[in-house]
């Protein structure tokens, strides 16, 4: 072979003397050959996959750019002196006989790569990034194999003239191109038209160098630096990152793999099955036995119904292993790829310690040749730097990939949540739905980041041993012994806190639970002063949830000790063992440090392994939630049919409906024909069926037999109205496209235009979350303007009537649903408690118990003289002559709700709408704000008012945006969290960090020490009592170092779990005496966010965050010490790379920080507008506009990605930057080493290297956690920032009140008034009244008159602006709240109730004995149903009641009341959502039990309070009229007005 190249370059190939010598030098021939053909060789092979893009025939090539000018001028300029060269040899030819053949080949080798270069160049045109990655490596390549040839020639032509000029200059010429051509490619080449894609995302455009570097990064650092962070300024993600994009690939591999994994199930099920029936089979045995057999089977099939029973629970089968291989098969590209570059880089990390050998020999040896040295210290650079780049890339590829996972998890659950079916639905409440996309997907995100680590780890270890081998032979086995039994310790350690996690897992949902429930129901636990009971339920699980902590901490702390311990242990066990075994061992310098270098290398994936391990386990818990829910049952709309039936709308064929599969049947054999554009009622008791007929047509219950046939599309109106979060205009469009004057007519027709005049920005105004600015019956009108607005063939109609006053019932019904009403030609279903409505519908169907009991027209059913006659008669006394009002009502609507609070939307009626949403929609101003760039909406319009009115109306901006923190923490965020810890405890903790410290330092001079005897004791025996001291003294020092890190961590524990405990109470406590107003502009979101987000950092990172800084810290400074003991030049190299690493600390932390607290607040909206998805799933699914709350997910979850995209590259730009600062204290190290090379002992120049290499990862961390630190200190000022909120008055003051206060009931108003907040308008004017005692007082007035603020004066939700209200004798407003609110009952306007017993609901102090509570139910006329229930009043109510029926939930809040019997009661118009019969029972039961006691009842309709003793009328915050209801009919005043409209006046005359 070397034959042959000498042949070809005519000169010697190859000799190794030419090395043996201080000049050294490579022959030339290896120079000609080897050096030229390496680059070349590399870019030959990778150059055709560059020029790919020039034989697609789409794309476009981009204009020309100076820069690329620049870069074909150089490379025709490269050909050239290539075709001049090649010239030059041909002349020369003719004058040599016979020149070698390489002055041929290589100039004509370099014309066709040249060539190549001006291709790749061009093919670059086609791309978005014009530059190419494999040429960047190229001129890296053929620079650095040019140096030797570069140097050769100099050094040549310095001793001696230079012989053959022409090739001399060409190859410095050749040389100088390439160097500029590598410089020229540093740069970014941006096309013209890329221009605008480059401004959006930089990173499409970069360079191969900025690439690796991240170099395009810098300019958003700086911007950070300058300024805080906007979400604005955020560059756009790349396409194939965006949600949609991922989630669809996703999505396709997902199907496939659920199906196979269904397939699976269903074999399992089977093979159950078979092995039930095969030991079944088993029993076929003589008759004498077959006996006990029958018994045996009887006991078998009992056994069996109980196992079906328990199916539907958590133990169900689900579709197993899918979700991991659905995300290996979506993302395998980057996976590949990651683990190429982790490959590299793990053998580079080998690389390392052998350098650092050949060094300690070389400064050992002293007729070493210098060279050497520099050698093996730039080799050192390199390997460092390369290994940096390498692990850079990885790490970036991982948290892409995690982030990545997430997103698509996202979407993949959001997806679901709109599919799902009824039964799978109720198996998770809201709270843990919304737990999936926030814990388990976040898990997953975590786990991305490390999953490499599962074969890197192993890989690592291997290659360690294998290494430690060579160097210290078979004692290693000691070491690896250690390690070895270290392994089955962690093993359980990790169990152990796997249970304690799952533990945890529960309390904590359950925590949320009982949290937002409190949230969602705040205003009843004001009003019956129950936030004590609630307050210890939570504070119960929160104690167990911190002795779970503590427990894991300590588990923590002793993981975290063994693996302190580990590498001192093992290093400790070889060295002695090594040292014991043979006297002729002795430990030199060589040896120790480059096994301490490798065990240093060792010590990084035995601490990782477990970590991995542990994160896999959590993972796993969460992979098994996510496969539950995301293979669970979708909603089976099979029974729901499209086929055309001419002169049929909906037919019911037989159906039979459930709410679960194998429940009992809601809907039975139901066989209807609803014929197009009729109107037909459907009416019965409460209970009997009404909502489910409904339920049925949308497809979300579970058909049990039969079908229904629906043609055409459907629109909604649910019976409590869902509203979104967003403007009143998006409500009733609900992304329709808007029709100017199909608006203004359904605004009239819904009676909403007088609603607009006092809503503060009309149409633009700003809805709450749940529509909490809304008062009912405006909720309830918006949701029909909805429906109407949509323009669909049939009507769905759930009672929607309910909520609003009778007279704008009636205009409702004559302006849209009656005969002669907008939707006179479609065809609408209405459920109606309403009698007065049933004589102008085509038909009526009576429900009994699921059933149709009867249907046909009113006349029909009249004379039929059944169920429905009897109910009939017995009700309409109340409403009879309705008809009369018509003309009266059309004028009402014009001065309806008129009221003086311009800019006060109603809260008063603010209902805390029951079955709606936890986790509420996040600050929605700032969200608008947000999606103004991406809303899928009308924003032209909404822009159009905007610029109409850019100063915002007072009161328009119901929700306040959420402060986001920006700048530096304050340091008392330190302080306090340090105080809640306790100072003690944290000088304690710093104080075993530095004893820590100070033994390892003294660990490693003792090392030090150790190696050196080797010298000394040269070719003599080695004292035995020196062998024992060095290593007794080595063992103590070590395990010293371990006992002060344990003793450290166990204080951290408790301090932190001290910390939690603090201030989860102080929170919890401070949140539970807020004033009302603060829950009305506060989204439940974002207080759900302080206990849930902030809580959990409290708990749990921010305690590993300050001990992973401290440990960090003192690792570096004891670092930089050894250092400068062994060169103290060094100490003047540390000043330029210190102030290098604070400033790139400075710049990174102040955007790293603000990136974080935008991925916190962009994070909120994903889970609010899925939460709020969940509570109106049944609406949108009516509509049918999946798609569209899709697609509006997929943009707030791309808002987040943004954020944390660029947070991940802003830790890989800090990353390379501070890599680059250890590689070159590394450099530097061993630099110095080289030069004072005489005067140093080899063991502390060993000591001096390996903790210099050691020093890059831990300065990398230290930024890391100081960054994180800050982040997570965020969590303390949010919390604290809820602790300082204003407090409503104390609960209880000194002054009590007497027992059995109030004893009479007598009330008067002193000239009372009362304002919402302090910068509004004042909603009771100064009102003065007396109530004597039992006395029945009926309030009445239009929406907005200031009933509803009665009665909140009254319990003080809101406190007096002036006046005052006196309570037998006492000033409310000097006795404490609870001593006023336990003494006044109410049955509030909204039926809310709370998840528990429904014992617990009626009496959550236990205050009551049992008799009484049953007594209270028979009352209310709950008993019998109480009593069928299995579990009596120990019956578990769902969250919100849900399992209860709107009029039952009535009722129970009615048992509330008698439960109380307090001698005032206020009764807020609770029977709106009531049927009359249930009504009637509420009011019979009100008039007797109620007798001795002071009633108010605040009135929708007139009715209901006619045998009042007076009727106050209240207008614009003003009574206006206050007498008997007789005296005021006579009066033809406000009241006789009202009367007439909902037709009571005729009724009354008649009676009297």
Not at 1084 to 1098: Q, S
Not at 1128 to 1156: C, E, K, N
Request: aromatic share 10%.
């Amino acid at each position: 072979m070397s034959a042959a190249l000498e042949e070809f370059c005519g000169s010697v190939f190859w000799n190794a003397s030419f090395l043996a010598r201080p000049d050294a030098d490579l022959p030339v021939c290896f120079q000609q050959t080897v050096l030229v053909w390496i680059p070349i060789g590399f870019f030959w092979i990778f150059a055709p996959w560059q020029l790919l893009p020039m034989c697609k025939s789409k794309a476009k090539k981009s204009s020309l750019t100076k820069l690329y000018i620049t870069k074909q001028v150089l490379a025709a300029l490269l050909m050239l002196t290539a075709v001049v060269e090649l010239a030059v040899a041909f002349v020369g030819d003719a004058r040599q006989s016979q020149p070698p053949p390489v002055l041929y080949t290589n100039p004509s080798l370099y014309i066709a790569t040249w060539l190549l270069v001006l291709l790749v160049h061009d093919a670059r045109r086609f791309c978005l990034c014009r530059d190419s990655g494999i040429l960047f490596c190229f001129w890296i390549l053929s620079l650095l194999c040019g140096i030797f040839s570069f140097q050769s020639l100099i050094r040549k032509a310095l001793q001696a003239p230079i012989s053959d000029v022409p090739r001399f200059v060409l190859f410095f010429i050749s040389y100088g191109l390439q160097l500029l051509l590598f410089l020229v490619s540093g740069f970014s080449d941006i096309s013209p038209e890329a221009k605008e894609i480059a401004k959006k995302n930089p990173e499409v455009t970069a360079s191969f160098l900025s690439s690796i570097t991240f170099g395009w990064y810098t300019s958003m650092v700086l911007k950070g630096y300058r300024k805080p962070l906007e979400m604005e300024d955020l560059w756009d993600l790349k396409e194939k990152d965006k949600t949609k994009t991922i989630f669809a690939i996703l999505e396709k591999n997902m199907k496939t793999l659920v199906k196979k994994a269904q397939a699976e199930m269903e074999k399992r099920k089977h093979k159950k099955r078979l092995r039930e029936v095969d030991s079944d089979c088993g029993n076929k045995m003589s008759k004498a036995q077959s006996q006990d057999v029958l018994v045996l089977e009887e006991k078998r099939t009992k056994g069996k119904k109980k196992g079906a029973k328990g199916d539907s629970g958590p133990g169900k089968d689900f579709p197993k292993g899918w979700l991991l291989k659905t995300l290996f098969k979506t993302f395998w590209q980057n996976l590949l790829l990651s683990v190429a570059f982790k490959l590299v880089h793990d053998v580079l990390v080998f690389v390392s310690p052998q350098l650092l050998k050949l060094l300690i020999s070389f400064v050992s040896d002293p007729d070493a040749f210098a060279w050497q040295g520099y050698l093996y210290t730039i080799l050192l650079f390199l390997a460092a730097l390369v290994q940096s780049l390498c692990l850079q890339q990885h790490f970036h590829l991982c948290f892409h990939l995690g982030i990545s996972v997430r997103a698509s998890l996202t979407a993949a659950i959001y997806k679901k949540a709109l599919t799902i079916s009824s039964a799978t639905r109720k198996e998770s409440t809201v709270g843990e739905t919304v737990n999936l996309m926030s814990a388990d997907a976040q898990r997953f995100m975590d786990m991305a980041n490390f999953v490499h680590q599962l074969w890197s780890c192993p890989l690592q270890i291997i290659l360690s041993i294998v290494f430690l081998w060579g160097e210290l032979g078979p004692s290693v086995l000691a070491g690896i012994g250690v390690m070895v039994l270290l392994i089955p310790i962690n093993g359980f350690l990790v169990t152990k806190a796997k249970g304690i996690q799952v533990k945890n897992m529960k309390n904590k949902d359950e925590r949320m639970k009982i949290m937002n429930e409190i949230l969602s129901g705040i205003k009843i636990l004001k009003l019956f002063a129950w936030e004590p009971s609630f307050e210890k339920r939570i504070s119960e699980i929160r104690a167990r949830e911190l002795r779970d902590l503590l427990n894991f901490s300590y588990l923590q702390s002793i993981s975290i000790f063994v693996f302190t311990c580990a590498p001192f242990l093992v290093s400790l066990a070889s060295f002695a063992v090594y040292v014991l075994v043979d006297e002729n061992n002795v430990l030199d310098a060589q040896k120790a440090f480059t096994a301490i270098s490798l065990f240093n290398v060792l010590r990084f994936p035995m601490a990782m392994l477990p970590l991995v391990v542990s994160s896999l386990v959590q993972t796993n818990v969460s992979t098994g939630r996510l496969e539950r829910y995301l293979g669970g049952e979708d909603l089976d709309t099979s029974a729901i049919h499209h086929d055309p039936i001419t002169g049929s709308a909906v037919r019911f064929s037989e159906a039979t409906f459930a709410w679960e599969q194998d429940g009992n049947a809601v809907i039975r054999d139901v066989t209807l024909d609803i014929t197009p554009g009729s109107l037909v009622a459907v009416v019965g008791a409460v209970g009997s069926g009404k909502s489910s007929l409904v339920s049925a047509m949308l497809g979300e219950m579970e058909n049990i037999k039969g079908h229904i046939n629906i043609q055409g599309s459907l629109a909604y109106v649910p019976q409590q109205a869902w509203i979104q979060n967003a403007s009143l205009k998006d409500n009733i469009l609900f992304g329709s496209e808007l029709d100017e004057a199909r608006y203004q007519q359904v605004l009239k027709a819904c009676a909403l235009l007088p609603d607009l005049e006092l809503l503060p920005a009309g149409d633009q105004t700003e809805i709450g979350e749940k529509g909490i600015n809304l008062s009912g019956g405006q909720k309830q009108r918006v949701s029909l303007a909805r429906a109407v607005y949509s323009n669909a063939d049939i009507y769905l109609l759930d009672d929607p009537l309910s909520a609003v006053d009778a007279h704008v019932g009636k205009y409702l019904f004559d302006h849209v649903l009656g005969p002669k009403g907008l939707l006179q030609k479609k065809t609408r279903i209405l459920v109606t408690h309403s009698i007065s409505f049933l004589p102008q519908v085509d038909n009526i169907v009576v429900l009994v118990a699921g059933a149709v009991s009867e249907h046909g027209s009113y006349s029909t059913l009249l004379a039929n003289k059944g169920a429905f006659a009897q109910f009939l008669s017995s009700y309409s006394v109340q409403e009879k002559d309705a008809p009369d009002e018509k003309a009266a009502a059309v004028a009402l609507v014009e001065d309806e709700e008129q009221g003086d609070e311009d800019t006060e939307p109603f809260m008063e009626e603010g209902p805390d709408d029951v079955v709606t949403m936890t986790m509420k929609r996040e600050a929605s101003i700032q969200r608008r704000e947000f999606s103004r760039s991406l809303s899928t909406r009308s924003t032209r319009s909404r822009q159009e008012a905007q610029k109409e009115a850019p100063k915002k109306l007072k009161g328009q901006q119901l929700i306040e945006k959420e402060a986001v923190e920006t700048g530096k923490v304050k340091f008392s965020m330190y302080l306090r969290y340090l105080r809640a810890v306790g100072w003690v405890f944290s000088f304690c903790v710093a104080m075993g960090y530095l004893a820590q410290y100070v033994a390892f330092v003294g660990t490693n001079l003792w090392l030090s020490a150790w190696t050196d005897d080797a010298q000394l004791y040269f070719n003599q025996t080695y004292p035995p009592g020196q062998r024992d001291l060095r290593i007794g003294v080595f063992g103590v020092l070590g395990i010293a170092q371990a006992i002060f890190l344990f003793i450290a961590i166990i204080l951290s524990a408790h301090g932190a779990v001290q910390a939690s405990r603090v201030m989860h109470q102080q929170l919890l406590s401070n949140i539970l005496h807020v004033p009302m107003s603060f829950f009305d502009t506060t989204p439940t979101g974002r207080i759900v966010n302080r206990f849930a987000k902030d809580i959990f950092t409290v708990d749990e990172t921010i305690p590993m965050s300050f001990r992973s800084w401290l440990s960090c810290f003192m690792g570096i400074i004891s670092t930089l010490l050894m250092i400068s003991l062994a060169t103290p030049f060094f100490a003047l190299i540390i000043i330029p790379l210190g102030i290098f690493y604070y400033f790139v600390l400075r710049f990174y932390v102040s955007t790293s920080r603000q990136l974080r607290r935008l991925d916190s607040v962009t994070r909120s909206p994903i889970y609010s507008h899925f939460g709020e998805t969940v509570s109106g799933l049944s609406v949108i699914r009516a509509y049918g506009h999946q798609e569209r709350f899709l697609q509006q997910n997929e943009n707030t979850v791309d808002i987040n990605q943004k954020s944390v995209y660029s947070w991940i590259v802003s830790n890989r730009w800090l990353a390379i930057r501070l890599e680059l600062v250890g590689n070159l204290v590394v450099f530097f190290s061993a630099l110095l080493a080289v030069i004072s090379k005489g005067t140093l002992e080899g063991g502390i120049v060993g000591l001096s290297i390996s903790s210099a290499l050691n020093v890059t990862q831990t300065l990398n961390w230290l930024v890391r956690m100081t960054s994180e630190l800050e982040t997570n200190i965020v969590a303390v000022e949010r919390i604290h920032e809820y602790t300082k909120v204003k407090n409503e008055a104390p609960w209880v003051t000194e002054k009590r009140p007497p027992r059995g206060w109030p004893s009479k009931g007598e009330i008067q108003f002193i000239d009372y008034k009362v304002r919402y907040r302090p910068e509004l308008e004042l909603v009771l004017q100064g009102i003065t009244c007396d109530i004597g005692s039992t006395e029945k007082i009926g309030v009445v007035g239009r929406t907005g008159a200031g009933k509803s603020s009665l009665t909140n004066c009254l319990f003080r939700v809101l406190e007096a602006a002036g006046g005052k209200i006196i309570i037998d004798g006492l000033d409310i407003a000097t006795i404490g709240l609870h001593d006023l609110r336990q003494n006044l009952t109410i049955i509030p306007q909204d039926p809310v109730l709370f998840s528990g017993t429904l014992r617990m609901n009626l009496d959550p102090f236990d205050q009551y004995s049992d008799e009484e509570v049953w007594k209270a139910l028979e009352l209310a006329h709950l008993k019998t149903y109480v009593q069928d229930l299995p579990e009596g009043l120990l019956h578990l109510v769902s969250e919100g009641g849900e399992n209860l029926s709107v009029g039952q939930r009535q009722l129970v809040c009615l048992a509330r009341a008698l439960l109380r019997k307090a001698k005032i009661l206020i009764l807020d118009e609770a029977t709106a959502a009531v049927d009359l019969e249930t009504d009637h029972l509420i009011q019979t039961t009100i008039r007797s039990e109620f007798a001795n006691c002071t009633v108010l009842t605040i009135a929708h309709r007139l009715h209901t309070i006619m045998d009042s003793n007076r009727v106050m009328v209240l207008q614009a915050g003003r009574i206006v009229e206050y007498d008997s209801p007789e005296e005021l009919l006579q009066k033809e005043g406000l009241f006789s007005a009202m009367a007439k409209d909902a037709g009571v006046i005729n009724a009354q005359t008649t009676v009297l």
